[in-house]
């Protein structure tokens, strides 16, 4: 893994939060952040001057935050499933398609593949076991809940 990614896919991955989902994120500590909440996770493939794909890996909590920040929800009002997969594929494409340019270069070109929503039930591990070491991996704190991100792409 590349120090340089990881600090690359950390920034963008914080900030994208913040002006996208008004969600302040911060790097989790060393030791991993364990949470109770089940897991969401989704995926984009992308390819350009390299491929590869970004997994994000996230509580259901954080993911309704991050819904009823981007619709401008009440806390209190209900939130159905088509809205939390459309708000969290929103979030992990704009992600990708900011941390891209601060890899290859503000010019490369990088066509961006529709995002899935892979799994609400925890099986992201074996997932991402099948796709081999990461470029970068960057683990976040959001609220005392885990949310990470994982790069696949060739190499450069």
Avoid: H, W
């Amino acid at each position: 893994m590349s120090k340089e990614f990881e600090a690359i896919l950390s920034d963008v991955a914080m900030n994208t939060l913040e002006q996208l989902a008004f969600i302040f994120a911060s790097p989790a500590d060393d030791e991993e952040l364990i949470s109770e909440a089940p897991s969401i996770a989704a995926k984009v493939a992308f390819k350009g001057p390299f491929k590869g794909k970004l997994f994000m890996k996230t509580s259901n909590q954080v993911v309704d935050e991050i819904t009823v920040n981007m619709l401008g929800l009440e806390e209190e009002e209900k939130i159905y499933s088509d809205q939390r997969c459309d708000a969290f594929k929103e979030t992990i494409n704009v992600i990708c398609g900011n941390v891209l340019p601060e890899i290859a270069g503000k010019k490369a070109v990088f066509n961006i593949a529709s995002p899935e929503v892979l799994s609400e039930a925890g099986d992201i591990e074996s997932i991402l076991k099948d796709q081999g070491a990461p470029a970068a991996v960057a683990k976040l704190d959001i609220d005392d809940e885990a949310c990470d991100l994982y790069l696949f792409m060739d190499e450069l």
